[in-house]
Structure formats: structure tokens, C-alpha cells
């Protein structure tokens, strides 16, 4: 069975940083490009960043270019977003995401003071 | 960028009609990179079709997927109560991916 699970949100103060993890199973993680998406509160689905099969593509949208950073480690089947300079506008839940096989459930980083 | 544009916003029919769902690209979308995804409130999204027309695993053949282009549709069949969500089309192949505004399909 295909499992993705998110960890690592928490409410965190503006300019500050944190890392999302997603752990995933059941599936040959090497092979797959991975994107992380997020709904902000009342908001549509929007996507953040996505990494190849082996870690060496990336893209980012505009919106987090310079702060966050995407990354994989193949050998324990995870996917990370380091957040850096968090803003109240990047509240929301994050999700990862493989197009082809499925979501996780998500994780929520709340900025705020 | 490639902006996709679903219509329309909202879709209200009842059990047992059949519901189109168009997705609108802004520039041709190669077919092997256009998913769409059902998302209820308090659930996480769940993958429906991908490459345009291949049905995900477990999701039922009411739900079916085409189109080529610029031009994209769900097509949901005999609809059912737990049919009401957000769907939202997705193109993952030109950076940045984009995301539609996603169209709310209401079940009376």
C-alpha cells in the first residue's frame, strides 16, 4: 500500500524556520518525482516545490523561491522542505504529493506572533 | 507560466446525472502531465485520473478523464452523494506546476 506522511509543522513566529518531513512506503520512492503542495485557510490548492527521482531538479514557485529548499534522501525513502524566513502567508497545510500514486495527509504550519 | 482555468465554479446536480468538469490551459499542456485530484473538507485530496485518462488505483470507472491541448474534462457518471467535493486539475510538466482554481460540485 502507498503511505505518505507529513511531520514538522508546528506555529512558529514570523522570520523564523522549520522542516517538513514526508516518510513514504509501499512503493519504490527512488522512481518518482515528489511535489509539496499547500491550502492556505479558505483557500485552493497551490503548489510549492518539486524534486526529481534522484534530488538533482528542482523548481520552486515564486512565492518561496530563496526560502524554502527542497530535498530527498533516497536511502530513507523521505522528502524534507527546509522553510526559512516564514511569513503569515505561508500558513497553511502542507501535503506532499506523487501525481501518479497519492497524497499525504497533511501537516499544518501556522506563522504567527 | 501555464494557468489553468476550470469551469465552471460551481456544479449542483443530483444523484444518478452526469457532471462535466472542464480544466482550460493557457498554453498546450503535454496529456502524460494533466491529473486531477477530489478534495472533501477535513480530508486530504485524493489523486483521481492521471495522464489525462488513467483512472488512480481504487477510483472508481464513474470517473473517467480526456481531452488533449489546451483542453481538459472530468467527466463523472451516475453521480453519488459522496461525490460532493472540490476538483481541482493539475499540470505537472511545465515549472512552475500549477494548480486550477477548482470547481465545487455540489450533490442536491
Known amino acids: 500500500e502507498v503511505q505518505l506522511v507529513e511531520s514538522g509543522g508546528d506555529l512558529v513566529q514570523p522570520g523564523g524556520s522549520l522542516r517538513l518531513s514526508c516518510g513514504a512506503s509501499?512503493?519504490?520512492?527512488?522512481?518518482?518525482?515528489i511535489h509539496w503542495v499547500r491550502q492556505a485557510p479558505g483557500q485552493g490548492l497551490v503548489w510549492v516545490s518539486h524534486i526529481n527521482g534522484d534530488g538533482t531538479r528542482t523548481s520552486y514557485a515564486d512565492s518561496v523561491k530563496g526560502r524554502f529548499t527542497i530535498s530527498r534522501d533516497n536511502a530513507k525513502n523521505t522528502l524534507y522542505l527546509q522553510m526559512n524566513s516564514l511569513r503569515a502567508e505561508d500558513t497553511a497545510v502542507y501535503y506532499c504529493?506523487?501525481?501518479?500514486?497519492?497524497w499525504g495527509q497533511g501537516t499544518r504550519v501556522t506563522v504567527s506572533s | 507560466e501555464v494557468v489553468l482555468t476550470q469551469s465552471p465554479g460551481t456544479l449542483s446536480l443530483s444523484p444518478g446525472e452526469r457532471a462535466t468538469l472542464s480544466c482550460r490551459a493557457s498554453?498546450?499542456?503535454?496529456?502524460?502531465?494533466l491529473a486531477w485530484h477530489q478534495h472533501k473538507p477535513g480530508q486530504a485530496p485524493r489523486v483521481l485520473i492521471y495522464?489525462?485518462?488513467s483512472r488512480a488505483t481504487g477510483v472508481p470507472d464513474r470517473f473517467s478523464g480526456s481531452g488533449s491541448g489546451t483542453d481538459f474534462t472530468l467527466t463523472i457518471s451516475r453521480l453519488e452523494p459522496e461525490d460532493s467535493a472540490v476538483y481541482y486539475c493539475?499540470?505537472?510538466?511545465?515549472?512552475?506546476?500549477?494548480f486550477g482554481q477548482g470547481t465545487k460540485l455540489e450533490i442536491k
Open positions: 498554453q498546450s499542456v503535454n496529456s502524460n502531465h
Open positions: 504529493l506523487i501525481t501518479n500514486l497519492g
Open positions: 493539475q499540470q505537472d510538466v511545465n515549472a512552475p506546476n500549477t
Open positions: 509501499g512503493f519504490r520512492f527512488s522512481n518518482y518525482w
Open positions: 495522464g489525462t485518462s
